[in-house]
């Protein structure tokens, strides 16, 4: 599980927060501190107050992955393989093991056609599936995902979504505006001005925001 408490950082102000194992999706308007969450959670900052623990350590203790929602701040090296390889390299995994590895996991994705892509001549949603396949590649114990969703058209991100469900990352935790997406996940948080409003299934906090504009198209239909 992972465990929040007394956390002050900017806007947030969060007392008490658990989150389950599962694809959590994190949504609120604009400025209510949801990408301040993300980068927390990812150990990428660290809380003024409070603590964050994940399965009892602290974030920058677990394996992270991180995708961030402006594609070229993603990028670290030269090429496509290169970038999704990284990772492997960095653990000093064996180059036959990361070629098997990383050949795999971009046949999962589709993206083998772009493996020797320079990738400043990626478009914008194509750094994004390299980013998140580099992310994945370490099978880490948290997958943090800043909106990398809002690069990809609908079929591409539903199956995106279906390889996240069959991996074996404990936590994913992503920030969406599509609340479609958002519905399909296990646990919802919705933050306002700092705070958790809402958490829970999708289906009790969408039926919290019935009537607004976070409430999923497919609800309101009774699809």
């Given at each position: 599980m992972i465990s929040i408490r007394a956390l002050r950082q900017g806007v947030l102000d969060i007392e008490v927060l658990d989150i389950n194992p599962g694809i959590t999706s994190v949504i609120g308007p604009n400025g209510s501190g949801k990408t301040t969450l993300l980068r927390l959670l990812s150990g990428i900052s660290l809380p003024e107050c409070g603590t964050i623990f994940i399965d009892d350590l602290s974030p920058r203790a677990v394996e992270t992955g991180w995708v961030n929602e402006f594609?070229?701040?993603?990028?670290?090296?030269?090429?496509?393989?290169?970038?999704?390889?990284?990772?492997?390299?960095?653990?000093?995994?064996?180059?036959?093991?990361?070629?098997?590895?990383?050949?795999?996991?971009?046949?999962?994705?589709?993206?083998?056609?772009?493996?020797?892509?320079?990738?400043?001549?990626?478009?914008?949603g194509e750094k994004i599936l390299t980013a998140l396949a580099a992310a994945i590649v370490c099978n880490p114990r948290i997958l943090v995902l800043d909106e990398y969703d809002s690069h990809l058209d609908e079929n591409?991100?539903?199956?995106?979504?279906?390889?996240?469900?069959?991996?074996?990352?404990?936590?994913?935790?992503?920030?969406?505006?599509?609340?479609?997406?958002?519905?399909?996940?296990?646990?919802?948080?919705?933050l306002e001005n700092g705070r958790v409003v809402h958490q829970g299934s999708p289906d009790k906090v969408f039926a919290a925001l019935?009537?607004?504009?976070?409430?999923p198209f497919s609800m309101r239909c009774g699809i």
């Open positions: 594609p070229d701040r993603n990028i670290l090296f030269d090429t496509v393989a290169d970038e999704i390889a990284s990772p492997l390299r960095f653990h000093r995994v064996s180059c036959r093991e990361t070629d098997t590895l990383v050949t795999d996991l971009m046949t999962r994705m589709r993206i083998s056609h772009l493996q020797n892509r320079g990738m400043q001549d990626l478009s914008g591409r991100a539903r199956e995106i979504e279906e390889i996240l469900k069959k991996s074996t990352i404990p936590y994913i935790i992503r920030c969406t505006q599509q609340m479609e997406s958002a519905s399909r996940g296990n646990g919802i948080i919705y019935a009537g607004t504009a976070f409430y």
